[in-house]
C-alpha cells in the first residue's frame, strides 16, 4: 500500500506514499511528527501484487487497484497448475480519519473457484520526522514489543528510555488464519522459516537496524465471479500524558469558510481548485487552535513564516484562517531569553515539533524561536487581517502581543541600534537555522566574488520590507481605531526604516537593492529575489521600485516559468540548488503583487502566466514547494520545469501562490481612506473574467465579477466595493 504515490491528511495525521522527490524511506503513517506505520505490504498467495492504478477521491481518500501475479494452484492428480497473471484483482480502499482504515476487496476473474491467501506485512518503527529527514541523532535505548492479544488484532510498542511508550494497535474485520512475528522486521511472506510464533514481549532493542514486523495471513476460497472483504483499522496511540503528543480522541478539524473563485480559464480554474483542496487538506488542529501546516510530509506543524504568509496571501478568501493563525502564533509568543531555543520576550516562533526529539530535548523545537521575519510578518498579517474584516474584538485581543512584538523589533530585533532588525548567525549544528530568513538553508548567502556571508549578525533586505509594511499597515488601522498619536508615530518608525534601508541597501550602480547587509554592515551584493519583496512591502520609491522591476524581468532572473532566487551571473548559482537559483511559487507571488501595486502591472502578469502555466503541467495541477530554475527556452525545461527532488507537494504557500495572483489581477486592496474595498483590474491577455463568491469584506458577505469591458473593465458587487475611478487597462 505504501508503495504507491499517494498522499493523504485527515488534520494531524497524514499518510506519505513512496516516492523519489520524499527523500528515501519518508513513506509511511505519521502523526505529530513520529512515524507510526512504515511498512504495509500486500501479497495473493505468497506473490506480489502488480500496481494497475492509484488515484486520489478526496484529501483523505483513495483507491489503490492491484492484480495478482501468476501463482500456482493445487490440480487433478498432484499436479500443481498456474493462476495467470490478472486474473484476480485487489482493491484497496483507503480512508483517513482519527485512524488509518484499508477496505480490501478481492475479486476472482479466472472462471474458476481458487484457493486464495492475503497477507500482510506490517512494520511501525515509530521513528521521530527529524530523524528519518537526516538530522544527527545520538542511538536510542529504547526498546519495541510486538504482540498478538486476539486473532483479529496485531499491537507494536516502543517505549523510550524515559518511559513514554507509544502504540499502533491494528485490528481486522475478521480472524487472521495465522499471525506470526519477526524480531528483525526483515522476514516476509515466502520465508517461513524466519518467522515466530505468538509472541508478545519485547523482541529487539531499538537499536536494531529494523523494527520488527509482522506477517498476517486471512484464507478465503472463492469462487468465480466472487468477491471476498477485509478491513483493517489501524490506531495510532500516543504516549499518555505526554504534553507533546496527538490528542487520543478525534478532534473536530477546524476549516475556515473561504469565498471561491472562478474564471472564464479553464486550466486556471483547476489551478485554483486544487490550491483551495490543498489549503483545506492542511489546515491543522492544534491543541492551541488551528492554522495552515506548511507542507507534506516535512512540515505538518505550527510554522511561524510559512502560516502568516500563507494568511497575507489567502487574507481575501479566507480571513478567519488568517485569523486562527494569529491566535494560534500569540498563544506560543516569546516569554524569556533562551539561547538554546532562540527565544526572546515578544518573538514569534519559527517552528513547533511534537516527536521524540522535541520530547527528550535533542532538538529546541518545543517551540524554537529561530526565526528573524515572523515577528514583523504577525504584525503586518494582524493588521491587514484588521483592516480587511474591521474586526475590533480580534484587534483588541490581539493588541498586547502585537505590542511585545514591537518591542521585539525594537530591542532585541536591532541587536546593534542601527534601527535595522539582524539576526546572529548559528554554527551549523545540523539542528538549528544558519540563516534566519525565508532563504533559510547554510549557503543561501553569498557575496558576489562567491564568498559566503555566513557569520556574525546579518540584516536581510525584505526582512526590512516586512518592518516598514508592519508599521505603515498597523499605523493605518491604528488611525481607523481612534489612536491618531500612536498612528504618527508608527508612521514615523516607517518612514525612518525606508531612509535607512535606501541609504543602506541601494546598489547605485547596478539599480538595485542588496540582498543582506553583513557582519561589518557591507553589502552583499548579490542580485536575488529577496529584493522583489520589497515592492510587497511598498518600501521603494517608485524610481527606484521601476529599475527593481525592469531588472526582475532580465533572463538572468526570469527563467520563464518564474523568478529565480538568485541571478544566473552569481558565481553560487545553481539552478538545481534549494534557494541559489531555483523557482519558488510563494516567492513568485509576492514580487507580482508588488509589481502590481507599483504599477507594473505586464510584469505582474508575465509572473501569472509563469506560474499557471507551470502548475498546468503537473497532472494534479498543483504548484510544488519549488521547481528547479533551469530556463524555458532550455530544451530540458521546455515543456515542464524541472521538478526539484525533494519538494514539499502540497505545500501551503506554493498553493496560496495562485490565490494572490487573483487578487493582484484583480488590484483587490482596502481603501483605508474611503473604508471600503476597491478593485483596479488588469487581466494577462488569456483571462477575461473573474468572479468570486462569498466575499468577506468589512463584515459583509458579498460577490464580485470582473470582465473585461472593450478597453477597460466592468464591475458588478452585491457588496461594499467601491465602483472603478475609471476604465482600468492593462
Known amino acids: 500500500m505504501l508503495d504507491h504515490d499517494l498522499v493523504l491528511k485527515s488534520d494531524e495525521l497524514f499518510l506519505v506514499g513512496a516516492s523519489d522527490g520524499r527523500g528515501e524511506g519518508a513513506s509511511g503513517l505519521y502523526g505529530r511528527d513520529t512515524r507510526y506505520l512504515d511498512r504495509c505490504e500486500a501479497r495473493l498467495n505468497g506473490v506480489p501484487l502488480r500496481t494497475l492504478s492509484a488515484r486520489l477521491l478526496g484529501p483523505a481518500r483513495a483507491i489503490v487497484v492491484d492484480a495478482n501475479g501468476a501463482f500456482p494452484v493445487p490440480g487433478p492428480g498432484g499436479a500443481d497448475n498456474v493462476v495467470l497473471p490478472l486474473s484476480v484483482s485487489v482493491e484497496q480502499h483507503i480512508q483517513l480519519s482519527a485512524e488509518l482504515e484499508i ?45 498478538a492479544p486476539a486473532p483479529d488484532e496485531i499491537i507494536f510498542r516502543y517505549a523510550n528510555h524515559a518511559g513514554a511508550s507509544t502504540m499502533m494497535t491494528v485490528a481486522f474485520s475478521q480472524d487472521a488464519a495465522q499471525t506470526r512475528m519477526h524480531p528483525s522486521g526483515q522476514a516476509h511472506d515466502g520465508e517461513p522459516e524466519a518467522l515466530l510464533p505468538g509472541l508478545d514481549e519485547p523482541v529487539a532493542d531499538v537499536s ?8 498476517v495471513r486471512f484464507a478465503t476460497t472463492l469462487a468465480g465471479g466472487a468477491a471476498w472483504e477485509l478491513t483493517m483499522t489501524i490506531t495510532p496511540v500516543p504516549a499518555a500524558g505526554d504534553p507533546f503528543s496527538a490528542a487520543t480522541g478525534p478532534r473536530d478539524r477546524e476549516v475556515p469558510r473561504a469565498a471561491t473563485v472562478t474564471t472564464d480559464h479553464p486550466g486556471f480554474n483547476r489551478v485554483l481548485h ?30 511561524g513564516r510559512d502560516s502568516l504568509i500563507v494568511g497575507l496571501q489567502t487574507l481575501h478568501l479566507a480571513p478567519a484562517r488568517a485569523a486562527g493563525t494569529l491566535r494560534v502564533l500569540a498563544s506560543m509568543q516569546g516569554e524569556r531569553v533562551d539561547p538554546f531555543r532562540e527565544e526572546e520576550p515578544g518573538k514569534i516562533l519559527h517552528e513547533v515539533r511534537y516527536g521524540e526529539m522535541a520530547r527528550l530535548g535533542e532538538i529546541p523545537h518545543t517551540p524554537y524561536y529561530g526565526s528573524v521575519d515572523a515577528t514583523p510578518l504577525f504584525i503586518l498579517l494582524f493588521a491587514e487581517t484588521v483592516a480587511w474584516t474591521g474586526d475590533e474584538a480580534l484587534y483588541a485581543a490581539l493588541l498586547p502581543n502585537v505590542e511585545r512584538a514591537l518591542t521585539w523589533i525594537e530591542q532585541c530585533g536591532d541587536r546593534d541600534g542601527d534601527g535595522l532588525v539582524e539576526y546572529q548567525t548559528q554554527t551549523a549544528d545540523g539542528v538549528r537555522i544558519v540563516h534566519q530568513g525565508w532563504k533559510d538553508s547554510h549557503d543561501s548567502l553569498h557575496h558576489p566574488d562567491g564568498r559566503p556571508a555566513a557569520t556574525g549578525e546579518i540584516a536581510l533586505v525584505e526582512v526590512q520590507g516586512y518592518v516598514f509594511a508592519a508599521y505603515r499597515r498597523l499605523a493605518d488601522v491604528a488611525a481607523t481605531m481612534g489612536n491618531p498619536g500612536w498612528a504618527a508615530h508608527l508612521r514615523d518608525r516607517a518612514e525612518a526604516v525606508r531612509r535607512t534601508v535606501e541609504e543602506t ?61 538568485l541571478s544566473a551571473t552569481m558565481p553560487s548559482y545553481n539552478p538545481m540548488s534549494y534557494h541559489n537559483g531555483s523557482v519558488w511559487p510563494h516567492d513568485n507571488s509576492l514580487i507580482a503583487a508588488g509589481l502590481r501595486a507599483y504599477g507594473h502591472a505586464a510584469g505582474a502578469n508575465r509572473i501569472a502566466s509563469a506560474l499557471v502555466a507551470a502548475a498546468e503541467t503537473d497532472p494534479l495541477t498543483r504548484l510544488p514547494e519549488l521547481y528547479c530554475g533551469f530556463a524555458r527556452a532550455d530544451e530540458a525545461a521546455r515543456l515542464a520545469p524541472v521538478a526539484y527532488p525533494v519538494s514539499c507537494s502540497p505545500q501551503a504557500w506554493a498553493a496560496a501562490a495562485s490565490q494572490l495572483l487573483v487578487r493582484s489581477m484583480l488590484g483587490l486592496r482596502v481603501d483605508e481612506a474611503a473604508g471600503a474595498p476597491r478593485v483596479e483590474p488588469a487581466f494577462p491577455p488569456w483571462l477575461n473574467e473573474v468572479t468570486i463568491h462569498d466575499l468577506d469584506l468589512l463584515g459583509h458577505r458579498c460577490s464580485l465579477a470582473v470582465r473585461r469591458d472593450g478597453d477597460g473593465y466592468a464591475v458588478e458587487s452585491d457588496g461594499p466595493i467601491l465602483p472603478l475611478a475609471g476604465r482600468s487597462t492593462e
Open 103 to 147: 477496505r480490501f476487496v478481492v475479486r476472482n476473474f479466472s472462471g474458476q473457484p481458487l484457493p486464495l491467501t492475503l497477507s500482510l506485512d506490517l512494520s511501525a518503527d515509530f521513528r521521530d520526522l527529524f530523524e528519518i529527514r537526516g538530522f544527527p541523532r545520538s542511538p536510542r535505548t529504547g526498546r519495541y514489543s510486538v504482540s
Open 505 to 565: 541597501f541601494w546598489l547605485d550602480p547596478l539599480g538595485f537593492y542588496a540582498q543582506a547587509l553583513d557582519s561589518d554592515k557591507a553589502p552583499v551584493a548579490a542580485i536575488s529575489s529577496n529584493v522583489g519583496h520589497l515592492l510587497y512591502a511598498g518600501l521603494p520609491t517608485p524610481e527606484r521600485a521601476a529599475m527593481v522591476a525592469s531588472r526582475l524581468q532580465r533572463p538572468d532572473l526570469d527563467s520563464g516559468w518564474g523568478v529565480r532566487t
Open 208 to 215: 536494531l537496524p529494523l523494527p520488527p514486523s509482522a506477517t
Open 274 to 303: 486544487r490550491a483551495a483542496a490543498d489549503l483545506a487538506m492542511l489546515q491543522t488542529s492544534f491543541p492551541e487552535g488551528a492554522l495552515p501546516a506548511a507542507g507534506i510530509p516535512w512540515f505538518v506543524a505550527p510554522f
